[in-house]
């Protein structure tokens, strides 16, 4: 029997003759020794990576000669440097837990506040991990290398929120309802208060996500005992194969590693239940929720109507 097994029968066993307070206070103890691990055996690793600084220069330049700020916008939702590749991704931890048995072999956890919040024992979740690694440092990398030089780009070429606003009113899931909170959001962004903006831009994106798929006709919601409707929680929602089907790999992969994945950001969950701490608050991951909405902003889906069109003219 595991370990893991045997520590849930003992847990078990303190519940079955009413020590509910040793219960808890275990529960405490347990906690209180993943924050004390977070700062030393779990503690956050730097890898040295050399850059070509032509490289990245050339591919700056192109943002530079363009002076109309929507197709600088518009090339933001197709730069490779920031859209990634989750195939590749996948690829190269495939090969990372092939060139490594005792990685692919050895149980990992991940730790953060205080809480495991993943363990990984079999291949599948250890890929999983590996691959939310790989992401997470390939979306950081292009994130420091070309979003954030490339956002100041534009504030200095005069980048509003009216600049914003307008590609979201040209959306075919345009909500006018939500116009001023996004308007808010982003000032906040260009302010540079990037805890206001990411408290009013995670939720935000969220519920722009499941408008876009109502209005396709696709159910956001689920029916629980009483005939009680609720919309479906995200990571369930983003797990369904519909969804990302329509929304294809890449940018599944985008939106799942940043909002709801715990081997990633997890921004939805945690902004959402007060488990951020300050440094998650940063211009990195403001301009990733940034460069999400205008990655959603052209992003489209068929919507019942013009099916129905459609289908008349076929008729």
Not at 73 to 80: A, F, K, R, S, V
Request: include cysteine.
């Amino acid at each position: 029997m595991s370990f893991s097994k045997k520590f849930l029968q003992c847990l078990d066993t303190i519940i079955d003759i009413g020590e509910t307070s040793k219960y808890d206070d275990l529960k405490n103890r347990i906690k209180r020794a993943y924050i004390q691990a977070e700062k030393t055996e779990f503690k956050e690793t730097r890898v040295a990576v050399n850059i070509l600084e032509d490289r990245v220069n050339a591919h700056l330049e192109i943002y530079r000669k363009e002076s109309d700020l929507r197709k600088i916008l518009g090339m933001l939702c197709i730069d490779p440097n920031l859209n990634l590749d989750a195939t590749k991704t996948k690829k190269l931890a495939e090969d990372t837990l092939k060139q490594s048995v005792l990685r692919a072999r050895i149980p990992a956890s991940g730790v953060s506040g205080g809480r495991k919040i993943t363990q990984s024992t079999t291949y599948e979740d250890k890929l999983e991990a590996e691959f939310r690694s790989h992401y997470i440092m390939s979306l950081s990398l292009g994130v420091n290398l070309f979003l954030i030089p490339i956002f100041e780009l534009l504030k200095e070429k005069g980048l509003t929120t009216e600049t914003i606003i307008e590609i979201y009113k040209k959306w075919d899931f345009y909500n006018p309802n939500r116009e001023e909170l996004l308007k808010t959001g982003f000032q906040r962004i260009l302010d540079g208060d990037y805890v206001s903006a990411l408290h009013v831009l995670v939720p935000q994106f969220e519920a722009c996500l499941r408008e876009m798929f109502f209005d396709a006709d696709v159910a956001t919601t689920v029916v629980r005992p009483g005939v009680i409707q609720h919309e479906q929680v995200m990571t369930e929602f983003l797990l369904r194969k519909e969804i990302r089907e329509a929304l294809g790999e890449d940018f599944h992969a985008y939106i799942s590693t940043v909002m709801i994945s715990q081997d990633g950001w997890n921004l939805r969950n945690d902004i959402a239940h007060g488990l951020a701490m300050r440094d998650v608050f940063d211009i990195s991951r403001a301009l990733v929720v940034f460069h999400l909405f205008i990655r959603l902003f052209n992003y489209g889906l068929e919507k019942p109507s013009e099916k129905h069109t459609q289908e008349e003219k076929v008729d």
